[in-house]
């Protein structure tokens, strides 16, 4: 497997923005998808968005839609998660995965092999 790297988490103040990112040292992503999750302290790591890299498709977890949006560039070089409107509740840990995972699979941790180092987000005033 070919490290994922994610990057751009920080301290943010609630109602902020912020923009993580997901890169591989290989140059691109060779698996069909690409998800985010997020670990909170105590708690199970938990799903929140999901890109198909063919066939589209972007799945979300409910606590984030519309105000997250993940996208990709079109050389499959790099993923995204835009976080708007952040509340203290999306204070985690960080994970872009990637994968083939199937319809049943593509919001749950199996179905994704490679994961990244994680980047923390922390939303408070």
């Known amino acids: 497997q070919v490290p994922l790297v994610d990057a751009g988490g920080g301290l943010v103040q609630p109602g902020g923005s912020l923009r993580l990112s997901c890169t591989t040292s290989?140059?691109?992503?060779?698996?069909?998808?690409v998800g985010w999750f997020r670990q909170a302290p105590g708690k199970e790591r938990e799903f929140v968005a999901a890109?198909?890299?063919?066939?589209?498709?972007?799945y979300y977890a409910d606590s984030v839609k519309g105000r997250f949006s993940i996208s990709r560039d079109g050389a499959r070089s790099a993923a995204y998660l835009q976080m708007n409107n952040l509340e203290p509740d999306d204070t985690a840990v960080y994970f872009c995965?990637?994968?083939?995972?199937?319809?049943?699979?593509?919001?749950?941790?199996?179905?994704?092999?490679?994961w990244g180092q994680g980047t923390q987000v922390t939303v408070s005033s």
């Open positions: 890109r198909r890299w063919i066939g589209g498709g972007t």
């Open positions: 995965a990637t994968g083939n995972p199937i319809i049943s699979t593509i919001r749950t941790t199996r179905g994704y092999t490679n």
């Open positions: 290989g140059g691109t992503f060779s698996a069909n998808a």
